[in-house]
T-cell receptor, first 113, second 113 residues
Framework: NAGVTQTPKFQVLKTGQSMTLQCAQDMNHNSMYWYRQDPGMGLRLIYYSASEGTTDKGEVPNGYNVSRLNKREFSLRLESAAPSQTSVYFC????????????FGPGTRLLVL | SQKIEQNSEALNIQEGKTATLTCNYTNYSPAYLQWYRQDPGRGPVFLLLIRENEKEKRKERLKVTFDTTLKQSLFHITASQPADSATYLCAPGGYSSASKIIFGSGTRLSIRP
């Protein structure tokens, strides 16, 4: 099992450009999450999907959109990137919707110039 | 607002000693608390979960305590090894998926030989 995979590993964008971060899990988990991690700030929840077909806002959703494409895949889209979105993005999944025991992907490092 | 506090300064411990990390929370009554390990350039990895009705939990050289009166969790690594060097995140969680899990910013632990 690959666990949670994320693409790309690293991306540089110019202000105003758009991109989609991809995430997939092969553990048959119901819930999936997107976090961003900034120095000294810890992990902050952007969006989550408790189950296929549902999505909900987390702590810092502004500037992002998500799509739960199917049970395996959960994508994060930046429509118009801003320098404040420079961060490391982690996707995670858990078996149930109560956010226990989350399995994280390797992360995507995003730099917005 | 809910707040999670972990030692922001790195903790340096001599190999073989017990490392103790602290997690304090305010304005929050979590149903459980999780601890994760994060190595540089990687996603967090789940270590232990302790519920509000449990005072202590152990896994090999790891021990976690949860004091709901003090609003504090302690994470201990006994017989520490250089391979234990990493950042450790605490993450209190709620009763349902509507109670978003919150991650602390982590404590960096360094074990010197």
């Amino acid at each position: 099992n690959a666990g949670v995979t994320q693409t790309p590993k690293f991306q540089v964008l110019k202000t105003g450009q758009s991109m989609t971060l991809q995430c997939a899990q092969d553990m048959n988990h119901n819930s999936m999450y997107w976090y961003r991690q900034d120095p000294g700030m810890g992990l902050r929840l952007i969006y989550y999907s408790a189950s296929e077909g549902t999505t909900d806002k987390g702590e810092v959703p502004n500037g992002y959109n998500v799509s739960r494409l199917n049970k395996r895949e959960f994508s994060l889209r930046l429509e118009s990137a801003a320098p404040s979105q420079t961060s490391v993005y982690f996707c995670a999944s858990s078996e149930a919707g109560n956010q226990e025991t989350q399995y994280f992907g390797p992360g995507t490092r995003l730099l917005v110039l | 607002s809910q707040k999670i506090e972990q030692n922001s300064e790195a903790l340096n411990i001599q190999e073989g000693k017990t490392a103790t990390l602290t997690c304090n929370y305010t304005n929050y009554s979590p149903a459980y608390l999780q601890w994760y390990r994060q190595d540089p350039g990687r996603g967090p990895v789940f270590l232990l979960l302790i519920r509000e009705n449990e005072k202590e939990k152990r896994k090999e050289r790891l021990k976690v305590t949860f004091d709901t009166t003090l609003k504090q969790s302690l994470f201990h690594i006994t017989a520490s090894q250089p391979a234990d060097s990493a950042t450790y995140l605490c993450a209190p969680g709620g009763y349902s998926s509507a109670s978003k899990i919150i991650f602390g910013s982590g404590t960096r632990l360094s074990i010197r030989p």
